[in-house]
């Protein structure tokens, strides 16, 4: 059926010729540069588990913390937490309750919730392709413009799109990245027919390709599990014509049980008890330094 749908620019049909290998053109934009001071403060700030990564990640003499804020990682941090959804355009109540329930099957200690004002998530379904800002940067995009994008998604998509997409870009949103960046799937790509495959099926650049699919994470900038899941639902399927041994990447239709394992790890659904609200206070309460000081010598 798909494939004898004619292309119209009506966005009922945008699912019609999008097949599911195609979803490669998923990339998360970033911040503008002059940003990245402020969003590896505010990364720290909202979970200062994020800011020993700031600090390990400088080498000797090296790049200033404007360079180095990409590699910090995004976490929105262990402390259970609702982060509030709108939606940029007129949206029917149904397909709104639809997009959130995939976007809470990640069922961790974050979750989405709907509101009537601007939410702190932003979802457009008019932009181009299928897109997420990063964890924790969303809070830095303005209030005007969508975090998130799902380009001419409707009620008449299908379950499996809205599993794979919807699910996935959720996932940036959580701050997790394009699986496919961990060092050990790169390396099975053969660089050269990578960037003409991106070239000829998306118009990306080589330098867009090297990016976006041939760079690999920083292994000390990350939070990972410990195995390379190429069935990950934040894994791009990338064609076996592209890899070096022939074998395609798969690419994950759904979260992962290593996903789950992984997502549940870093974002518990019940309080840590150390991390629980009655155990840790405001900013505003803290013991200076001079009364911790004068404490010990009492
Ligand atoms: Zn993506």
């Given amino acids: 059926m798909p494939d004898v749908e004619p292309e119209t ?17 998923c990339f998360v934009p970033t911040l503008p540069t002059r940003l990245l001071d402020e969003a590896a403060q505010l990364a720290a700030r909202i979970n200062p588990v994020n800011a020993p990564y700031t600090q390990n990640a400088i080498p000797e003499g090296g790049p200033m913390i404007s ?3 990409v590699l910090v990682s995004k976490y929105w941090g262990r402390r259970r937490r609702t982060l509030t959804v709108s939606f940029t355009e007129t949206t029917a109540n149904d397909l709104k309750q639809r997009i ?27 932009g181009q392709g299928y897109w997420s800002y990063l964890g924790t940067d969303v809070l830095l995009i303005p209030q005007n413009r969508p975090t998130m994008n799902l380009q001419g998604f409707t009620m008449s998509i299908s379950e499996a799109e809205f599993r794979r997409v919807v699910r996935h870009e959720t996932g940036h949103t959580l701050g997790f990245p394009h699986e496919h960046l ?9 660089v050269a027919k990578t960037i003409a495959y991106f070239r000829d ?32 639902v934040m894994c791009y399927h990338l064609p076996g014509r592209i890899t070096k041994n022939g074998q395609p990447i798969r690419g994950g239709p759904d ?8 997502a ?35």
């Fill in 182 to 190: 961990r060092r050990a799937l790169i390396d099975r790509l053969d």
């Fill in 9 to 25: 620019d009506e966005p009922d049909d945008i699912e019609m010729t999008t097949a599911p290998a195609e979803d490669a053109g």
């Fill in 100 to 126: 959130l329930g995939h976007m809470n099957a990640w069922n961790i200690g974050v979750r989405f919730a709907l509101t009537n004002g601007v939410g702190q998530v932003r979802i457009s379904r008019a």
């Fill in 255 to 262: 979260i992962s049980a290593i996903d789950r394992a992984f």
């Fill in 201 to 232: 099926t998306y118009g990306w650049s080589e330098a867009q390709t090297r990016s976006n699919v041939l760079t690999p994470l920083e292994e000390r900038s990350i939070m990972a599990s410990a195995v390379t899941d190429q069935d990950s």
């Fill in 67 to 69: 360079e180095l804020a």
């Fill in 264 to 298: 549940r790890r870093i974002y518990p659904t019940g309080f840590w008890p150390f991390f629980d609200e009655t155990t840790t206070w405001d900013e505003s309460e803290d013991v200076s330094l001079e009364d911790a000081l004068a404490l010990a010598q009492a």
